[in-house]
């Protein structure tokens, strides 16, 4: 298996303007998560799927953020309209439940100007 | 709320010697405990899960401790070398997820 997969790698983009994030997540895992990565503030959790349904979006900022999961093999993590401070790496991770642990993917690199 | 303290934001160790790194956890107790190693550029990498009835957990020259007194687990690389330098990242389960901590940022001097 190749692994968790998020597309782009990098994505810069001026404010306002949307921006979607790719993510297939490894055959026959489960949960899926979205997490976002700054100095700041460490890996925050987004949002988390279990067999393509949210069960947790808590994490997610604001109404500018959504994300879905159309079936196993896929999900997007949409921000619209994207501002500066959006501006991070997020990562796509996926597990076979429980106390299994999370396979990461290579994340994408955000820059909102 | 739930919290998750790794002991130092960096630590340097001399090629050869034994790093320990620490996790603190405060206002609950989980039944087991993930650590993680990220590289820059990278997504986290899974190491090792320390369930709370095991007090230790070896893996080469990994090993890990789980002190539900304590509330503590160490994450110690004994004979460290350069390529182990990294972040390496404490994670609890919460309710339906993981609590990553901030991480240690290790770097082992040649």
């Known amino acids: 298996d190749a692994g968790v997969i998020q597309s782009p790698r990098h994505e810069v983009t001026e404010m306002g303007q949307e921006v979607t994030l790719r993510c297939k997540p490894i055959?026959?895992?489960?949960?899926l998560f979205w997490y976002r990565q700054t100095m700041m503030r460490g890996l925050e959790l987004l949002i988390y799927?279990?067999?393509?349904?949210?069960?947790?979006d808590s994490g997610m900022p604001e109404d500018r953020f959504s994300a879905k999961m159309p079936n196993a093999s896929f999900s997007t993590l949409k921000i619209q309209p994207s501002e500066p401070r959006d501006s991070a790496v997020y990562f796509c991770?996926?597990?076979?439940?429980?106390?299994?642990?999370?396979?990461f993917g290579p994340g994408t690199r955000l820059t909102v100007l | 709320s739930q919290k998750i303290e790794q002991n130092s934001e960096a630590l340097n160790i001399q090629e050869g010697k034994t790093a320990t790194l620490t996790c603190n956890y405060t206002?609950?107790?989980?039944?087991?405990l993930q650590w993680y190693r990220q590289d820059p550029g990278r997504g986290p990498v899974f190491l090792l899960l320390?369930?709370?009835?095991?007090k230790e957990k070896r893996k080469e020259r990994l090993k890990v401790t789980f002190d539900t007194t304590l509330k503590q687990s160490l994450f110690h690389i004994t004979a460290s070398q350069p390529a182990d330098s990294a972040t390496y990242l404490c994670?609890?389960?919460?309710?339906?997820?993981?609590?990553f901590g901030t991480g240690t940022r290790l770097t082992v001097i040649p």
């Open positions: 206002n609950y107790s989980p039944a087991y």
């Open positions: 055959s026959g895992h489960n949960s």
């Open positions: 320390i369930r709370e009835n095991e």
């Open positions: 799927f279990n067999n393509n349904v949210p069960i947790d």
């Open positions: 991770a996926s597990s076979a439940g429980g106390s299994n642990e999370q396979f």
């Open positions: 994670a609890p389960p919460g309710a339906n997820n993981l609590f």
